[in-house]
């Protein structure tokens, strides 16, 4: 108890407000709300509320009753301490130990109250915890709650759990919730085995309790849907706290846990945290209330738990103002400030008293908030609380207003106190100031005597009072000021109770007179007696008078009697109190009787009173006495009083029941000591009622025998007997069956009933009626009719493969106990001849077990049942099929065959048929391998079955490696027995990893030792037959030697040979029978210095009459590094003996040696020397010097090699006197032109040639030739320039589900080496490149690990050791696999019930690659909501809680890698009783007719809208197509007209010489005009078109037209496809595939058309090159080769045999003719063949193309497959070396079609602007069409592409000049040969190549540095622009010489993009 007060006061000092203290009231602690404590220990509760001054401190009841003392229950102190003692539970009183209490303190400020407080004990009672089993399965949790009776869970707590009496600390897989649960996480066999148990703690009285110990059962999973082992409820918590929202389930697969809060998912918060015991939030705040949903799903279903969380906020209340004084009418407002969790309400106190709203005062504010006192007086002063209450919660706060003014006494009412009792006088004071109050009685201050006592508050108490003493007036004196008092008085009058003296009753007798009086010797008067009897008032009358007197009463009765007994009260009452006493009277009477005995008849068996009654006081006791016999009584003897017989309260004796030998006399005797004794004699008849004396209870009969039933009755007679059979009274004349004969026997009457003969339904009960006039028997007779039993009810309960569970029900035994079941079963396509029987089953059993049944078999199986009369009819025949089982055996013939190193071919056919037990539906291949040091573990790969026999290889194996195999057979039920193992060896491969430890030594200059050690065993793959050493040497310049190989057996080898002070690559690798292994990383070796071999040559010339200058090179074998030259001079005829020796440094390759003899012969020869000495000598050249010396030059010739980008300096020194000139030259065909000075070359004064970032055009042979008067001298120097490799050739070889092995043909190696082959791919719809480098060795590679059934890019691109070469064409790859698919054969639904479906998903075909996932979605026909399951492919999927009787749709949709498949099916539930539902039929309703209407009036309209779409949509088609028909025949016109013109005449009629062929085989050719359709041909290898053919007349202010050709249908061939781009002069084109779309909807065709050159009819014409501008001056000629045919060559694109469009044929015909042009134009090739390699005229887009040249670089960019619709690519090949001399000398023709107005008929690639736009800014068209001029704008993008000649000015000429011309021509360089041209004529200039101001900038890739030129621009600009779109051709860059200047990009053909 004293612990209990401790804490409160603990907490009351630590709650205690600073700001109250020093107030006059304040709370030490108003929170305290509820107390709680053990009735054992009791409690001491200290007032809340507290005063400064000391306030008197009262308790009181919540309902406002003032408690008082109850001794050794309840006590309040003096201090205002409560305190409740301890106490029995007898004594628990609810007003005192369950109540409200509340506190208060009042002093001079008011009083103030504290909030209810609820004060409860409890009781120690017995109770008991307990634990429940719980079930869980394996991998689940399982969770175990200590259930707590609900008396106590509010006070008893979980404190541990235990596990086998040891406590669970909560870590690993144990943990224990805040409510007490346990959990234990991923359940495991091992917990089954332990016991649970639960500890629990009394909060209060401490007592701990041990609850019993629960079990867990562990089962394996089982596919189920989840079920919630624990959830959580709706609560309430305060902010701030923590809380635990508990959430566990069950289910396999285990489900996986979602939380949701208000249906949303939880927000990202530290606070809250997932546990395995469910989702705790800390710091709880108010937005964290809400409806939390715990979801758990699984593939079956799903199942949530849900609750409401409220966040309460606390209440607090702010009352303001604190404290206020004023004055008295003023007007006070006190607001009262709330906080926390709405839903509260207000209440309003003054003094602790409700303050109620009046005229002064009142309440407002939406709550009640603001108090208002309008005129606040004196009487309004005091403590003003607002309390705050929501449910349990409240909370308040108090203001003090003091109303200040004149003090002043309130008025005090007269007093009356009782004499003997304490009495309170308030004296009440109003205002401040006053200094003191006091209290005098008789002039007298008090107290003055020990009974009177004054408090501070002015309160004065009498203690005790007494009349004499205390009576009288009292006055209160106060004073307010030192000399003034005011001063009441107030008169208390005493009165005195009534005291009445004792008085007592005499015994009395009936009949006497009885006088009482009642005397009261004190109190005031006046005094008042009453009296009352049993507590009712007496009234004067029926012999009682009351006689009163002033100070006494008397009670008066005249007779008394019975009806005078009870209590007597006399009650005095005055003006103080009333007081009574009470007394009892009791009146004595003899007995008599009230009711007499007389004689009476009783009947046999019934029960008989014989009445008798007495009365008399004291009450008379009753005795019976019995005589037997009929004659005069003898004598009698007391009736024994046993349970038959008794006496009732009313003195009757009870016969209950009446025998015979109750015959006789009874005598009836009363007596109480009153008097003397009575008594009275009666005769008691007995009467024997009509009974049954004989029948059988039960009997049995035959049925279809006779049976008699026999009844024996006597009594008085006459007697009466009935037979009934049930409650049917038998009538024999009725019913013939029945029988009745009755006969006297003595006293006896026999009745017999005779059954002719018994029959089921007489199996009942037969009852026999006796009746007489005293009352009736029955006998009931049971008859039991046997026959043989019903056959049995017989049920399948259970099916199991090899067995079945039966259970029966006997309806109908036959009366007779069932003896035995005989049960028959038999193949249903037996007869029961071959049944098989189970016999003599036992009657006790009403089931039995089946065995030994073959599973997948269909049974017919029946019942009978035996008794003792016979056997049954047998049953009703059931037809049931057995379960598949697991086959018996395995599958037959298992055979292996070693495929390759890493698979091996499993074959095997299916078990036998007998033993396969079902369907089989795949089988599972297990694999292990058996080399040493495996773990012996079978690896499992399924497949599904295909017939009966299968075939499977198994990947992935480790190479070279024995494994051994078995294969188990599978049906729906399980796996069968394996097959026997059988072994296997995967076939050698190559070693997968290089030699270790390799390492190199150099011994010599030429012999260096490799050695190294064996590749790890594991890794060889195969037996090791030997090594290769691979090496090849690295020359200084980059260039790598030849490979060579070395081929031993052992781990060391030397290699002699080498090549002195080399530096060496080694790599080592081990082979095997399968070829060669990895090798290792390259190792670096250089050989040792050796004395260097002769220089590689020499040179000596003189140089003056005294000198020569020998030159040497450097020996093409230094053999280390050169550290001098030894020059060597003898003169042979000198006599000198030893020659002249001259040193100079390495880098110093010529020498002059002077002070020589003129006209002597000298023998000079060189040596080199290294550190290890002198080398060879060269060779030894004569020289003589000369006084005159012609020209001579000292360098050498030959063959320099050098990469592009690379300055390169051709050394050409010369000597000679006079000095030689020098002058290069450069061979091109068979001409020599003199090299060009510029910023790319440079001649330096010492005759070096410097050639600055060369490129392949650079390459060829240049000739330096030094010339003075004595002669000249010359030397050739072959340049070679080393570029990127050419792109490979890339082909894909083979294709797995995993792995693309791709093959691939080198290109050209650019003149270096190829180091390596860098290989890129990436997922077709991806554009993440991943990059493999390959060594240069290898021409394929295999890509492990790919998805399966995915498509991929690959590209190839060499490197040498310039850098990456191009990279290849884009080829695409699908790997095995495809999107699952549902096999039609498989049963998609296994069962399906009234609530749940059960799906096989067995029936999905994964297509060769793993299903990743499968989502099912069904709903109710007719609905739109679809619920969603997932599901994996090996399992069976429920569909659970389905309507029954319903309709539903069933989508289904499987993915792999590859894709997805999706399988839609409808199903119906059956209805409640099993039965199958009708399809649904569509209703008949009123709007059937207008959906009828519309479902036939849309397709219509949609039809007859996409018709007139159509419509509009080909005209325009057929109007663009008419237009790009016009542009190509004014393009033929062109072409045709070049050939048939003369320089000078122009052109009329039909054309004389070869026509321009196109080919086009197996296609329609069509020419369309204005007129219609013209079918030319059909299937025709050439079709030649003329101007005659294309003639239309022409007004020069129409609109330009023009004609194409088309054709409505291209069949594609298939075949290779040529790629000519790019190639390198003089090597082959190679055959490539074409690339694949990155889309998945790909319509693009590829083909290949070949311009070939014609059968030459006439000399070659020559074309102006800009032949759109009138006059010579405008353009330069270049010669022009003879007509061309155009033919399609084979497409590539296998297996896409779609039709081309007409639209995309007929442009395909335009970009023939415009690449036929483009190339005559820019390229001015001579005899060149073109061809197109690619056109894509689908209208998808395809893979990107970029064509391009970085001219700063001088290096190609990547060329790809071109993406915009309508594209064509084509090269330009050179032309042969005998048609170089063709074009020479060839005339200039006029420009075709002069006059201005034909040039508006000329199409739109052949239109300048330069011309169109003349000085007065006047069109020569009227009108320019808007497609024309958004063709020109398209062109403007296309000008950035770059095209590339060489010029040279230095050039011959090819053609006539122009008059006026100047004699410096220009010159177009090809690759490797020369083509010459005209130079421009004087008054042009060549543009810039740059875009102009107008134009968009060119890309930086495709930028060319601007030619120098000294001419002024042309007029027109830079510039010629024209029109251009995918319809159009090609643009004109720039006219004439401004397009030649472009420089060239390398040893390349051309490559051009038709758009």
Same mark, same amino acid.
């Given at each position: ?118 004060? $409860? ?57 805040? *409510? ?8 495991? $066999? ?11 703690? *009394? ?65 990202? &918060?530290?606070? =809250? ?350 005795? =019976? ?61 007995? $009467? ?640 993440? =490149? ?45 790997? *095995? ?179 321009? *062929? ?10 369309? &005009? ?96 800009? =032949? ?252 010629? $622009? ?34």
């Amino acid at each position: 108890m004293w612990l209990v007060t401790f804490l409160l006061l603990l907490d009351s000092l630590h709650k205690a407000r600073p700001e109250d203290v020093g107030t006059s009231l304040y709370f030490v602690n108003d929170s305290l709300q509820q107390v709680t404590f053990s009735s054992s220990v009791g409690v001491v509760v200290p007032c809340p509320a507290a005063g400064s001054p000391s306030a008197a401190l009262r308790w009181y009841l919540a309902t406002g009753d003032d408690i008082y003392d109850v001794p050794h229950i309840r006590h309040v102190h003096a201090n205002g301490t409560l305190q409740l003692y301890p106490f029995s539970p007898s004594a628990f009183n609810s007003f005192i130990h369950d109540n409200d209490y509340f506190c208060t303190a009042e002093n001079a400020a008011g009083k103030i109250r504290s909030p209810n407080i609820r004060i $409860k004990a409890v009781f120690r009672e017995p109770y008991t915890v307990r634990v429940e089993d719980q079930r869980s399965m394996r991998g689940n949790v399982a969770v175990f709650k200590c259930l707590i009776p609900s008396s106590v869970q509010e006070y008893v707590s979980v404190v541990s759990w235990e596990k086998d009496t040891v406590s669970i600390t909560p870590e690993n897989r144990f943990s224990i919730t805040s *409510h007490g649960g346990l959990y234990i996480s991923d359940v495991q $066999k091992e917990d089954a085995l332990s016991t649970y148990r639960c500890i629990t703690k *009394h909060k209060y009285s401490g007592e701990t309790r041990q609850s019993n110990g629960a079990r867990l059962s562990v089962t394996d999973p089982a596919e189920s849907i989840p079920t919630i082992l624990d959830g959580f409820h709706s609560q309430e918590v305060w902010t701030g706290h923590a809380v635990e929202l508990p959430c566990a389930a069950s289910g396999y697969p285990i489900p996986a846990i979602r939380w949701l809060k208000d249906g949303r998912p939880l927000p990202a &918060d530290s606070r =809250w945290a997932k546990r395995i015991t469910g989702l705790t939030i800390s710091d709880l705040r108010t937005e964290d209330s809400g409806t939390y949903i715990c979801e758990v799903t699984n593939t079956f279903g799903s199942a949530e738990a849900n609750g409401i969380l409220t966040v309460i906020d606390p209440l607090h209340v702010t009352l303001t103002p604190k404290k206020l004084k004023t004055g008295i009418g003023s007007t006070v407002i006190l607001s009262c400030a709330l906080t926390g969790s709405p839903e509260f309400t207000i209440r309003w106190y003054r003094n602790t008293e409700p303050v109620l709203p009046g005229e002064v005062i009142s309440i407002r504010g939406l709550s009640n908030e603001t108090l208002l006192i309008s005129s606040a007086q004196k009487s309004h002063s005091g403590a003003y609380q607002c309390f705050a209450s929501r449910k349990a919660q409240t909370a308040q706060d108090f203001a003090i207003i003091v109303l200040e003014g004149p003090p002043s006494i309130r008025a005090m009412r007269n007093i009356t106190a009782v004499a003997g009792r304490d009495t309170l006088i308030n004296c009440r004071v109003i205002g401040y100031p006053y200094y003191s109050i006091k209290w005098y009685k008789d002039a007298l201050l008090l107290p003055d005597n020990h009974r009177q006592v004054v408090f501070e508050n002015g309160t004065l108490k009498l203690t005790d009072v007494q009349k004499g003493m205390d009576e009288g007036e009292y006055l209160c004196s106060v004073l307010i000021q030192p000399q003034l008092s005011i001063s009441q008085s107030v008169h208390v009058a005493v009165k005195v109770p009534p005291l009445i003296q004792p008085f007592e009753f005499p015994p009395a007798s009936i009949g006497q007179l009885l006088y009482i009086p009642c005397v009261v010797s004190s109190g005031d008067m006046p005094i008042r007696i009453t009296w009352r009897k049993d507590g009712q008032v007496i009234i004067s009358g029926s012999g009682v008078t009351i006689e009163s007197k002033e100070f006494m009463s008397s009670l008066q009765i005249s007779s008394v009697s019975l009806k005078h007994n009870g209590n007597y009260t006399c009650i005095a009452s005055n003006a103080a109190a009333t007081v009574s006493r009470e007394r009892q009277l009791i009146v004595r009477v003899p007995p008599r009787f009230v009711v007499q005995p007389n004689n009476q008849d009783g009947i046999y068996g019934k029960a008989g009173v014989l009445n008798c009654s007495v009365d008399g006081y004291p009450p008379p006791k009753v005795m =019976w006495k019995h005589a037997k016999g009929s004659g005069n009584p003898q004598q009698y003897h007391p009736v024994p009083l046993t349970g038959r017989m008794q006496i009732l309260p009313n003195s009757s004796l009870l016969i209950r029941h009446v025998l015979e030998e109750d015959i006789g006399y009874y005598l009836c005797q009363a007596s109480n000591g009153v008097g003397t004794d009575i008594s009275k004699a009666m005769f008691l008849t007995v $009467k024997i009622p009509a009974m049954i004396t004989s029948h059988p209870n039960t009997t049995i009969a035959i049925k279809g025998h006779a049976k008699e039933l026999n009844c024996t009755a006597r009594g008085e007679r006459p007697i009466i007997i009935r037979w009934e059979k049930g409650d049917t009274v038998i009538d024999p004349d009725r019913v013939m069956r029945y029988a009745i004969a009755t006969k006297d026997n003595g006293d006896e009457v026999v009745s017999t009933l005779k059954l002719k003969p018994a029959d089921r339904g007489d199996s009942v009960f037969f009852s026999c009626h006796a009746i007489n006039s005293y009352g009736e028997d029955r006998g009931l007779i049971q008859l039991t009719v046997q026959e043989p039993p019903d056959p049995p009810e017989l049920e399948i309960r259970e099916v199991k493969a090899r067995s079945m569970n039966l259970r029966w029900t006997q309806r109908f035994d036959g009366n007779s106990i069932i003896t035995g079941f005989d049960i028959e079963y038999k193949n249903k396509s037996d007869s029961w001849d071959f049944k098989q029987s189970t016999r003599n089953i036992s009657p006790t059993i009403n089931q039995a077990n089946i065995v030994d049944l073959h599973p997948a078999s269909v049974y017919s199986i029946r019942m009978y049942s035996f008794n003792k009369i016979g056997r049954s009819e047998p049953s009703k025949e059931l037809t049931i099929s057995t379960e598949e089982a697991a086959p018996d055996g395995p599958p037959m013939d298992v055979t292996l065959q070693p495929v390759t190193s890493q698979s091996i071919q499993v074959t095997w056919k299916a078990p036998k048929k007998e033993l396969q037990n079902g369907v089989i539906r795949g089988y599972q291949i297990g694999y292990r391998e058996n080399s040493p040091g495996s773990n012996g573990q079978y690896s499992i790969v399924e497949m599904k079955a295909t017939g009966d026999s299968e075939v499977y290889t198994l990947d992935n194996l480790k190479k070279f490696a024995q494994y051994g195999v078995v294969v188990q057979a599978f049906n729906r039920a399980g796996t069968g027995p394996s097959s026997s193992e059988i072994n296997a060896t995967t076939l050698e491969d190559v070693p997968s990893q290089p030699p270790e430890n390799v390492r190199a030594l150099s011994i010599t200059s030429d012999v260096a030792v490799i050695s190294w050690s064996e590749p790890p065993r594991s890794t060889l793959n195969g037996v090791l037959k030997g090594y290769r050493v691979i090496f090849w040497s690295l020359y200084v310049d980059g260039e790598w030697g030849e490979m060579q190989n070395v081929t031993t057996t052992r781990e060391r080898v030397e290699l002699r040979g080498m090549e002195k002070f080399t530096n060496y690559s080694v790599q080592v690798l081990a082979y095997t029978q399968a070829g060669d292994g990895v090798r290792s990383s390259v190792l670096y070796i250089q050989t040792k210095e050796d004395v260097p071999g002769p220089p590689a040559g020499i040179k000596a010339v003189p140089s003056s009459a005294s000198s020569v200058v020998v030159s040497w090179l450097p020996p093409t074998k230094p053999n280390g590094v050169i550290r001098k030259y030894t020059i060597f001079c003898s003169s042979p005829g000198s006599g000198q003996p030893a020659p002249s020796e001259y040193e100079t440094s390495p880098e110093q390759l010529f020498y002059r040696i002077a002070h020589l003899n003129r006209g002597q012969q000298y023998l000079l020869w060189v040596a080199a020397v290294t550190s290890a000495g002198r080398g060879n000598s060269s060779e030894k050249v004569t020289i003589e010097p000369a006084g005159k010396a012609p020209a001579k030059i000292i360098s050498f010739g030959g063959t320099v090699t050098t990469p592009w980008m690379k300055d390169v300096r051709l050394p050409c020194n010369s000597v000679g006197d006079p000095a030689p000139a020098v002058k290069w030259t450069k061979d091109s065909e068979d001409s020599a032109i003199p090299v060009s000075l510029d910023g790319h070359r440079l001649i330096h004064t010492n005759g070096t040639l410097l050639l600055r970032a060369v490129k392949a055009e650079d390459s060829g042979y240049y000739t330096c030739t030094a010339t003075n008067t004595g002669g000249f001298d010359t030397i050739i120097v072959n340049l070679l320039v080393q570029v990127p490799p050419d792109q490979p050739r890339l082909t894909v070889s083979k294709t797995s589900a995993s792995s693309i092995t791709l093959t691939w043909i080198p290109g050209d190696n650019g003149g270096s080496s190829i180091r390596g082959f860098v290989l890129q791919y990436s997922v077709d719809n991806s554009e993440e =490149w991943k990059d493999v480098f390959i060594s240069s060795s290898e021409r394929s590679f295999k890509l492990d690990s790919l998805k399966c059934g995915t498509w991929y890019k690959v590209k190839l691109a060499a490197k040498n050791s310039v850098g990456s070469g191009r990279i290849s064409e884009i080829i695409e790859a699908k790997t *095995h696999g495809r999107e699952p698919s549902f096999s039609k054969d498989q049963h998609l639904f296994t069962h399906i019930n009234s609530t749940h479906a059960r799906l096989n998903l067995q029936g999905w075909n994964n297509g060769g690659c793993p299903i990743t996932a499968i989502v099912l979605e069904y709903r109710p026909k007719g609905t739109w909501a679809w619920q969603g399951v997932r599901a994996n492919s090996s399992t069976e999927v429920f569909l659970t809680e389905l309507r029954e009787a319903t309709w539903y749709e069933l989508r289904m949709r499987a993915c792999n890698s590859a894709g997805c498949g999706n399988e839609t099916a409808q199903f119906a539930t059956l209805d409640y009783d099993g039965s199958t539902i009708p399809p649904i039929k569509s209703a008949q309703g009123e709007g059937d007719d207008v959906k009828k209407l519309f479902t036939i009036g849309c397709p219509v309209i949609l039809a007859t809208l996409g018709a007139a779409l159509l419509f509009v949509v080909r005209k325009k088609r057929k109007e663009k197509r008419l237009k790009r028909l016009r542009d190509a025949k004014s393009l033929a016109e062109m072409l045709i007209s070049k050939n048939n013109r003369s320089f000078d005449t122009p052109v009329k009629g039909p054309p004389q010489g070869p026509r321009l *062929h196109i080919d086009i085989p197996r296609v329609q050719l069509l020419i369309e &005009d204005k007129e219609g359709i013209k079918q030319l041909g059909d299937d025709k290898a050439t079709i030649p078109v003329t101007d005659a053919e294309f003639s239309q007349a022409v007004n020069p202010q129409s609109f330009c037209t023009g004609v194409s050709l088309h054709h409505p249908a291209l069949i594609q061939s298939t075949g290779p496809l040529i790629d000519m781009s790019d190639i390198r002069p003089g090597t082959n084109p190679v055959s490539r595939k074409n690339v694949k779309s990155a889309h998945s909807t790909r319509n693009r065709y590829s083909s290949q058309w070949t311009l070939t050159k014609g059968q030459a009819s006439t000399p070659a014409r020559t074309l102006t090159s800009d =032949w759109r501008n009138v006059g010579s001056q405008h353009g330069v000629t270049v010669a022009e080769s003879d007509s061309y045919s155009a033919s399609l060559s084979q497409d590539t694109d296998k297996g896409r045999n779609s039709m081309v469009s007409t639209e995309s044929a007929s442009s395909t015909y335009e970009e023939l003719a415009r690449a036929y042009e483009h190339a005559k134009l820019e390229e001015q090739l001579q005899n060149a063949k073109f061809e197109i390699t690619e056109c894509f005229i689908s209208d998808s887009s395809s893979d990107q193309m970029t064509t391009g040249t970085n001219e700063n670089a001088g290096s190609m960019t990547s060329m790809s497959t071109p993406s915009e619709p309508g594209i064509c690519r084509f090269t330009a090949s050179p032309p042969k070396p005998q048609d170089a001399d063709r074009g020479k000398n060839v005339a200039v023709p006029i420009p075709h079609r002069a006059s201005k107005s034909d040039y508006c008929n000329l199409p739109l690639y052949t239109k300048s602007e330069t011309f169109f736009r003349k000085a007065d800014g006047r069109e020569p068209c009227p009108v320019v069409p808007p497609r024309e001029a958004s063709m020109r704008n398209l062109t403007r993008a296309y000008h950035t592409q770059s095209r590339h000649l060489t010029l040279d000015p230095a050039s011959k000429p090819l053609a006539l000049p122009h008059p006026g011309a100047p004699a410096a021509t220009t010159t177009a360089t090809l690759p490797q040969r020369t083509l010459a041209m005209p130079a421009p004529p004087a008054g042009t200039a060549p543009p810039a190549p740059g875009p102009t101001p107008s134009e968009p900038p060119a890309a930086p890739s495709a930028a060319a540095p601007p030619a120098p030129s000294t001419e002024p621009p042309r007029p027109g600009g830079p510039h010629t $622009k024209m029109g251009g779109s995918r319809d159009s051709l090609l643009e004109m860059n720039t006219p004439g010489v401004g397009r030649s200047q472009k420089q060239g990009a390398g040893a390349y053909s051309k490559s051009y993009t038709l758009v």
